[in-house]
């Protein structure tokens, strides 16, 4: 309630866009580290984190001490989000038309508001799993607290954008730091290391300790996790805009820096929570609602009305960073790319406030049926890896590389959405498939050919494409 | 417990402590600077991006 009280009373804070959109760039380090992580944990990251727990044990660790190796070399080299913040851009396909053309920041739009969208799509569904199994409603409540969680979100995000975003992440950092250590001090209370450690032994073997030799895995998924991390640390709009929304460069970096310091724990805690509903359920229980189911019965009563306050926190700092994000890139980027004119800033926050709605409206209809392929984990890493692939070999040549021009650009955008689209396309029919291209409905396999595709784009396409066509060649020292 | 088990809680025991004592840092420093971006003074100072250098490099 303190929350959205803050989030409706920020609106006043609003004189223009860019405080609309990045709070007039005056977000610090702390504050900046504190929205960063909100937004970067929601109730679907407990979910999707606490579910490789489950089925794959200790071993998924290596994920969140790559993720936080990935964010931390961003922040301390300010690989792209320093650049991308000196140039004083509000959305990374801004940047596109300085660069390259306003087709290519069109294009770019398109793909990262659809890769983006499809992301969140499965948010709400696992964000009512937990709630529902922790609070012990049954599934048709399931929607109500989807629709009711949204419609908070949506209002407060469309009325204080970046600013109502800001002042909530921070509370909401502050709650779901309280819910997250409760839960770890009830889940070792209940479920001490002793049983983990053979939990995971009996049922999973070396593959539960071993990331190399577990199925799931493996060497090219590891890879690709370190790679797509990176990628998306500096390129994804709502991790991006809180570089964008920093009061320098410098303070975008350390942001970054800090920020990755903690992905391991963000990762590793809920994975602990899955490693322990391994230990007391057993392999049989639901892989999404075992670890929800765990949480509801150690956390003491008393405690309980503090855990759900901070797992509601984790998920309403995510969807207002991410509806703001997208809807941004849609309104100033899509429409304003489309439209013949220059559009107003009064025009483009009307057009952000519609769009937000319409994504939340969206949400809620796509999260109830769509089927999420293979773990979740993986179903949010390929619908991202189709904007980020391309993106992230555009923004880096064009801030790089002094050949790269549009031809490159619209290649490598291509290119990196192809995999992870045929993926999510051929995935369904993956027994019907003949065997030369059966490998792209691996979705390792998809990922990371999405980045080698990209690069090839940008390469190939700017060596091929006609010189001198860079808008800004001069510049590219930043 | 096994070897492998016993690193990996090793990594999640300092990865959680690193997690929770900046969480209590960021949420002290955090306060003081939410309460900046929303002072009134604060907003009327110019900040990097109104310099005018900031987008030259773009022309």
């Given at each position: 309630v303190l929350s959205i009280g803050a989030g409706l009373r920020a609106?006043?804070?609003?004189?223009?866009l860019p405080d609309y959109?990045?709070?007039?760039?005056?977000?610090q380090t702390s504050l900046g580290v504190a929205t960063f992580v909100a937004s970067e944990i929601g109730t679907v990251t407990f979910v999707y984190l606490a579910e490789l727990g489950y089925v794959?044990?200790?071993?998924?660790?290596a994920i969140g001490a790559l993720q936080a190796l990935a964010y931390t070399l961003v922040g301390r080299t300010g690989f792209i989000v320093a650049g991308l913040r000196r140039h004083g851009v509000?959305?990374?396909?801004e940047f596109y038309e300085r660069r390259y053309t306003r087709g290519v920041r069109l294009l770019g739009a398109l793909l990262l508001f659809a890769a983006g969208v499809l992301n969140m799509g499965i948010f709400l569904k696992f964000d009512g799993i937990l709630l529902s199994e922790v609070m012990g409603f049954?599934?048709?409540a399931v929607a109500w607290i989807m629709a009711l969680m949204l419609a908070i979100v949506v209002t407060y995000t469309v009325l204080g954008g970046m600013f109502s975003v800001v002042v909530t992440d921070f509370l909401q950092f502050v709650m779901l730091s309280i819910g997250m250590l409760i839960a770890t001090a009830a889940v070792f209370a209940h479920v001490g290391p002793q049983a983990m450690s053979e939990a995971v032994a009996r049922h999973l073997g070396d593959a539960g300790v071993n990331p190399l030799v577990n199925e799931r895995f493996g060497g090219t998924f590891l890879v690709w996790v370190l790679v797509s991390n990176a990628a998306s640390a500096a390129i994804w709009q709502p991790a991006a805009s809180k570089a964008l929304a920093a009061d320098s460069p410098d303070t975008a970096r350390r942001i970054y820096m800090v920020t990755g310091l903690t992905f391991a724990g963000r990762a590793m805690i809920p994975m602990l929570w899955g490693v322990a509903a391994l230990a007391a359920?057993?392999?049989?229980?639901s892989t999404t609602a075992a670890m929800p189911r765990l949480l509801g019965q150690v956390v003491p009563s008393g405690a309980i009305g503090l855990l759900v306050a901070g797992m509601l926190a984790a998920s309403m700092s995510t969807y207002s960073a991410y509806l703001l994000a997208w809807s941004s890139v849609f309104a100033r980027d899509i429409v304003g790319g489309l439209s013949p004119d220059a559009l107003s800033e009064r025009t483009t926050i009307r057009i952000t406030r519609w769009t937000t709605g319409a994504i939340g409206l969206f949400l809620l209809v796509f999260g109830l049926w769509y089927r999420i392929p293979d773990t979740a984990y993986q179903y949010l890493f390929i619908t991202g890896a189709m904007y980020t692939a391309g993106a992230i070999t555009c923004v880096a040549a064009g801030l790089?590389?002094?050949?790269?021009?549009a031809t490159g650009a619209y290649a490598a955008l291509i290119c990196g959405a192809a995999a992870p689209a045929g993926f999510l396309l051929l995935e369904r029919v993956r027994g019907q498939l003949?065997?030369?291209?059966?490998?792209?409905?691996?979705v390792n396999v998809a990922g990371l050919l999405s980045f080698g595709l990209a690069v090839a784009g940008i390469v190939a396409g700017s060596l091929v494409g006609a010189s001198g066509r860079d808008k800004i060649a001069g510049s590219m020292s930043a | 417990m096994t070897t492998g088990a016993l690193i990996w809680l090793a990594a999640f025991g300092l990865s959680a402590v690193v997690f929770f004592a900046i969480g209590a840092c960021v949420t002290v420093r955090g306060a003081r600077e939410l309460r900046e971006l929303l002072s009134p003074a604060r907003r009327m100072a110019p900040t990097f991006a109104s310099r005018p250098d900031s987008r030259e490099k773009l022309r």
């Amino acid at each position: 309630v303190l929350s959205i009280g803050a989030g409706l009373r920020a609106r006043r804070y609003v004189e223009d866009l860019p405080d609309y959109l990045v709070a007039g760039r005056r977000v610090q380090t702390s504050l900046g580290v504190a929205t960063f992580v909100a937004s970067e944990i929601g109730t679907v990251t407990f979910v999707y984190l606490a579910e490789l727990g489950y089925v794959a044990g200790f071993a998924c660790f290596a994920i969140g001490a790559l993720q936080a190796l990935a964010y931390t070399l961003v922040g301390r080299t300010g690989f792209i989000v320093a650049g991308l913040r000196r140039h004083g851009v509000m959305t990374i396909p801004e940047f596109y038309e300085r660069r390259y053309t306003r087709g290519v920041r069109l294009l770019g739009a398109l793909l990262l508001f659809a890769a983006g969208v499809l992301n969140m799509g499965i948010f709400l569904k696992f964000d009512g799993i937990l709630l529902s199994e922790v609070m012990g409603f049954g599934s048709g409540a399931v929607a109500w607290i989807m629709a009711l969680m949204l419609a908070i979100v949506v209002t407060y995000t469309v009325l204080g954008g970046m600013f109502s975003v800001v002042v909530t992440d921070f509370l909401q950092f502050v709650m779901l730091s309280i819910g997250m250590l409760i839960a770890t001090a009830a889940v070792f209370a209940h479920v001490g290391p002793q049983a983990m450690s053979e939990a995971v032994a009996r049922h999973l073997g070396d593959a539960g300790v071993n990331p190399l030799v577990n199925e799931r895995f493996g060497g090219t998924f590891l890879v690709w996790v370190l790679v797509s991390n990176a990628a998306s640390a500096a390129i994804w709009q709502p991790a991006a805009s809180k570089a964008l929304a920093a009061d320098s460069p410098d303070t975008a970096r350390r942001i970054y820096m800090v920020t990755g310091l903690t992905f391991a724990g963000r990762a590793m805690i809920p994975m602990l929570w899955g490693v322990a509903a391994l230990a007391a359920f057993g392999p049989g229980a639901s892989t999404t609602a075992a670890m929800p189911r765990l949480l509801g019965q150690v956390v003491p009563s008393g405690a309980i009305g503090l855990l759900v306050a901070g797992m509601l926190a984790a998920s309403m700092s995510t969807y207002s960073a991410y509806l703001l994000a997208w809807s941004s890139v849609f309104a100033r980027d899509i429409v304003g790319g489309l439209s013949p004119d220059a559009l107003s800033e009064r025009t483009t926050i009307r057009i952000t406030r519609w769009t937000t709605g319409a994504i939340g409206l969206f949400l809620l209809v796509f999260g109830l049926w769509y089927r999420i392929p293979d773990t979740a984990y993986q179903y949010l890493f390929i619908t991202g890896a189709m904007y980020t692939a391309g993106a992230i070999t555009c923004v880096a040549a064009g801030l790089y590389w002094r050949r790269a021009n549009a031809t490159g650009a619209y290649a490598a955008l291509i290119c990196g959405a192809a995999a992870p689209a045929g993926f999510l396309l051929l995935e369904r029919v993956r027994g019907q498939l003949p065997g030369w291209i059966a490998f792209v409905a691996d979705v390792n396999v998809a990922g990371l050919l999405s980045f080698g595709l990209a690069v090839a784009g940008i390469v190939a396409g700017s060596l091929v494409g006609a010189s001198g066509r860079d808008k800004i060649a001069g510049s590219m020292s930043a | 417990m096994t070897t492998g088990a016993l690193i990996w809680l090793a990594a999640f025991g300092l990865s959680a402590v690193v997690f929770f004592a900046i969480g209590a840092c960021v949420t002290v420093r955090g306060a003081r600077e939410l309460r900046e971006l929303l002072s009134p003074a604060r907003r009327m100072a110019p900040t990097f991006a109104s310099r005018p250098d900031s987008r030259e490099k773009l022309r």
